[in-house]
C-alpha cells in the first residue's frame, strides 16, 4: 500500500491550501484516513482524522479552520485549509488505516508534503 500525498506549497498568512493524498494497492477497506504535521523541533502531531463513516476529529489548533474529507471509493483523503498561520507551518503527513485484501489490518503514511506560511 502506498500514500501518494499533494498540494503543500508557499503561502501568505489569511490564504488557503488543499492537500490531497490517494491511496493505492492492495486494499480492501479503508477505517481510518488523516494528516498530521510537523513542525521543525516538534513532535508529530495529530491535525485531523476522519472515519469511513464520516466521523471527524480536529485539533483544537485547526478547529474551524481546517475541513477534511474523504472519497472512499477513490481511497482519497483531503483537507482544506483556510485562514493559514505562520505557525501551520510544517511538514503534513497522510496516515491510512488500512485492512488489505489478506484481512491484515496495518498503519501506513505518505511522504509528507511542505506547507510554509509567510506572515
Known amino acids: 500500500v502506498q500514500l501518494q500525498a499533494s498540494g503543500g506549497g508557499l503561502v501568505q498568512a489569511g490564504g488557503s491550501l488543499r492537500l490531497s493524498c490517494a491511496a493505492s494497492g492492495s486494499i480492501f477497506s479503508i477505517n481510518v484516513m488523516g494528516w498530521y504535521r510537523q513542525a521543525p523541533g516538534n513532535q508529530r502531531e495529530l491535525v485531523a482524522t476522519?472515519?469511513?463513516?464520516?466521523?471527524?476529529n480536529y485539533s483544537n489548533s485547526v478547529k474551524g479552520r481546517f475541513t477534511i474529507s474523504r472519497e472512499n471509493a477513490k481511497n482519497t483523503v483531503y483537507m482544506q485549509m483556510n485562514s493559514l498561520k505562520p505557525e501551520d507551518t510544517a511538514v503534513y503527513y497522510c496516515?491510512?488505516?488500512?485492512?488489505?485484501?489478506?484481512?491484515?489490518?496495518?498503519?501506513?503514511w505518505g511522504q509528507g508534503t511542505l506547507v510554509t506560511v509567510s506572515s
Open positions: 496516515n491510512a488505516e488500512v485492512l488489505n485484501k489478506e484481512y491484515v489490518r496495518s498503519n501506513y
Open positions: 476522519m472515519t469511513n463513516s464520516g466521523i471527524t
